[in-house]
């Protein structure tokens, strides 16, 4: 069965600093792999999807995710952080189906 | 805004009432799906339903839920005689159809609050 493992529960960086959230995924075959970022109140919104292809993909807002099947792992990172990006951020996969697993999600707290 | 939308966004209910929650898709699409988030976790999905079919419901509890997506009109999830552990958030998505490459548009939830 799928499952996604975000290891980190909180992070908290400074402004301008660069980010990395993990994100290890189960899956036997070829996932499909998504990052959403939610803020408080609100529903989530799709960062970035990885399908095939080039391994490093690109999102919004800046962001971008790298897959590595050898480690089963599919990490967003940011190069500089901004204030307005503090909110949760869930990894999530499919795997033969459309049903999303989602990972427990990682807080970010970002330090002025 | 041609965005998911759902309503409402709090619901308070007392215990043994029943509680629903609407979701109308984005246009154009007829797939809908519900997940529920409790407090701390992730996502965890309930029902998949297009247009008058529930396609799979294996994530929904046997009991006291139930989800319906008519020809017409909004989907409906429908809690009955609710109980203290079903306060969560309630999500919905949609998408154009089930393809595992077509990203899924999720809503702003309903906060559900049992007193």
């Known amino acids: 069965a799928q499952s996604v493992t975000q290891p980190d529960i909180h992070i908290t960086v400074s402004e301008g600093a660069s980010l990395e959230l993990r994100c290890n995924y189960s899956?036997?075959?070829?996932?499909?792999l998504f990052w959403y970022v939610q803020s408080p109140g609100q529903g989530l919104q799709l960062l970035l999807k990885?399908?095939?292809?080039?391994?490093l993909v690109q999102g919004i807002k800046g962001f971008e995710a790298e897959f590595k099947r050898s480690q089963s792992s599919f990490n967003l990172r940011k190069p500089s952080v901004h204030w307005s990006d503090a909110a949760e951020y869930f990894c999530?996969?499919?795997?033969?189906?459309?049903?999303?697993?989602f990972g427990t999600g990682t807080r970010l707290k970002v330090l002025a | 805004n041609a965005g998911v939308m759902q309503n409402p966004r709090h619901l308070v209910r007392r215990r043994g009432q029943e509680a629903r929650l609407r979701c109308s898709p984005m246009?154009?699409?007829?797939?809908v799906y519900w997940y529920r988030q409790l407090p701390e976790e992730g996502l965890k999905f309930m029902v998949y339903?297009?247009?008058?079919?529930?396609?799979?419901e294996s994530g929904m509890p046997k009991e006291r839920f139930s989800a319906e997506f008519p020809k017409e009109g909004p989907s409906i999830l429908r809690i009955q005689q609710v109980v203290r552990g079903d306060s969560a958030a309630y999500f919905c998505?949609?998408?154009?159809?089930?393809?595992?490459?077509?990203?899924?548009?999720f809503g702003d939830g309903t906060r559900l609050s049992i007193l």
């Open positions: 990885y399908f095939s292809g080039d391994t």
């Open positions: 339903l297009q247009k008058e079919n529930i396609i799979d």
């Open positions: 999530a996969v499919t795997g033969p189906t459309y049903k999303y697993i």
């Open positions: 899956y036997g075959a070829t996932p499909y």
């Open positions: 246009k154009g699409h007829s797939h």
């Open positions: 998505a949609s998408s154009p159809d089930s393809g595992r490459d077509q990203p899924q548009h």
